[in-house]
């Protein structure tokens, strides 16, 4: 399985942006998916999560009411919109894909990562 993220970038305060997470290889396998985000000098933190059948979603605290995840299956693509972002929010975004067992904010659990894409907030 391979993951591709893109559409990080530069943004103002209260702006929006959208990532994409494309995946290829295996699918038949992934059982959900998910994005974390790491800002310098800082742990990886969970930030949202769905499964790829797209029945159920789960969001970090810091995200909730401002991001929405959603899934292309017929593109094989993970979206998290991202709305009113601040600061708070710059970090290096990674998409990951998880083979088996609940849905979960467990980093370690996610079997497969993309490569990160940056989103930066400014004031």
């Known amino acids: 399985v391979q993951l591709q993220a893109s559409g990080g970038g530069l943004v103002q305060a209260g702006g929006s942006l959208r990532l994409s997470c494309a995946v290829s290889?295996?699918?038949?396998?992934?059982?959900?998916m998910g994005w974390f985000r790491q800002a310098p000098g800082k742990k990886r933190e969970f930030v949202a999560a769905?499964?790829?059948?797209?029945?159920?979603?789960y969001y970090a605290d810091s995200v909730k009411g401002r991001f929405t995840i959603s899934r292309d299956n017929a593109k094989n693509t993970v979206y998290p919109q991202m709305n009113s972002l601040n600061p708070e929010d710059t970090a290096l975004y990674y998409c990951?894909?998880?083979?088996?067992?609940?849905?979960?904010?467990?980093?370690?659990?996610?079997?497969?990562w993309g490569q990160g894409t940056q989103v930066t907030v400014s004031s």
């Open positions: 990951a894909a998880k083979a088996g067992g609940p849905l979960t904010v467990v980093a370690g659990l996610y079997d497969y």
């Open positions: 290889g295996s699918i038949f396998s992934i059982n959900d």
């Open positions: 769905i499964s790829w059948s797209g029945g159920r979603s």
